[in-house]
């Protein structure tokens, strides 16, 4: 084949696959689940340098719907708290303390074996003088963010319906008007080049199109089977409150190591 008829194969199909990889981007950061790549367009002002999140933080996902922001430096907290909010202002923020975390999980795995122990049994006295729960608590060095990505309500649920769909629309739009322009550059270079080569250049480049809107279409419901089972997860919340006591409601959300994080990027 013409080696300007694959120059123009291969540079459609890069911008053909620029589209795809937005699309891709742009459901990640209209959060439904908690995503780490969400927090990537997220940059740290910290009065000196503008630094991107992963410079000054590590990231853990301690479950489907939350986020959790470990600052490499105290002093970085609030300048993080106001990056993640210009770039995802809807999410629910708490700020969290590791040793607290800790203490609400040790104190109910003391409870459960205590339950085990025989009434004869002689008591540990350091477990009674409370010698073996020192935490410092008060220590900035030991806090961290939680955020919570907001519930998808049917409110919510038919507002990210609408988005994805808009967003696949305008991709769509987009990869089609590609698929134009690489026929354009075709016609240009059409005396140089043989009747089988064009016939076998077009059908290459619709062959293209066709395999990026299959994946757009596919990543259009991936979305929103995300968006059902957000909705779901509502529902099921509502039907069932977490109860008020607030250390079952502890370990009902921190079921998880968090000092085990990983890089954003």
Same mark, same amino acid.
């Given at each position: ?33 908690? =995503? ?62 590791? /040793? ?106 619709? =062959? ?8 757009? /279409? ?21 039907? /069932? ?25």
């Amino acid at each position: 084949m013409n080696t300007l008829l694959i120059k123009h194969i291969n540079d459609t199909q890069k911008k053909m696959g620029a589209y795809l990889s937005l699309l891709d981007l742009r459901y990640k950061n209209l959060c439904v689940k908690a =995503d780490p790549v969400a927090l990537l367009p997220v940059t740290v002002n910290t009065g000196h340098q503008e630094l991107n999140l992963e410079d000054v933080a590590n990231v853990s996902m301690p479950n489907e719907y939350q986020l959790a922001i470990f600052p490499n430096i105290p002093n970085y907290m609030q300048d993080i708290i106001r990056g993640v909010f210009e770039a995802h202002p809807e999410f629910k923020l708490e700020i969290r303390d590791t /040793n607290e975390d800790r203490k609400n999980q040790e104190n109910s795995q003391k409870e459960e074996a205590d339950k085990e122990k025989l009434d004869n049994e002689e008591p540990d006295m350091n477990s009674v003088l409370g010698l073996d729960d020192i935490f410092d608590e008060d220590s900035d060095e030991t806090k961290y963010l939680l955020y919570t990505m907001p519930e998808v309500n049917k409110d919510r649920r038919d507002f990210l319906n609408n988005g994805v769909k808009a967003l696949h629309q305008q991709c769509m739009v987009r990869l089609d008007g590609e698929y134009a322009a690489g026929l354009k550059k075709f016609s240009e270079v059409e005396m140089y080049s043989s009747e089988k080569d064009m016939a076998e250049a077009r059908q290459d480049l619709k =062959d293209i199109l066709d395999d990026v809107k299959e994946k757009a /279409n596919q990543k259009l419901q991936e979305k929103q089977q995300e968006i059902e089972e957000a909705y779901r997860h509502y529902l099921e919340k509502t039907e /069932n409150p977490v109860p008020n006591n607030p250390q079952e409601k502890e370990q009902d959300q921190l079921g998880y190591d968090v000092t085990k994080g990983f890089r954003v990027s």
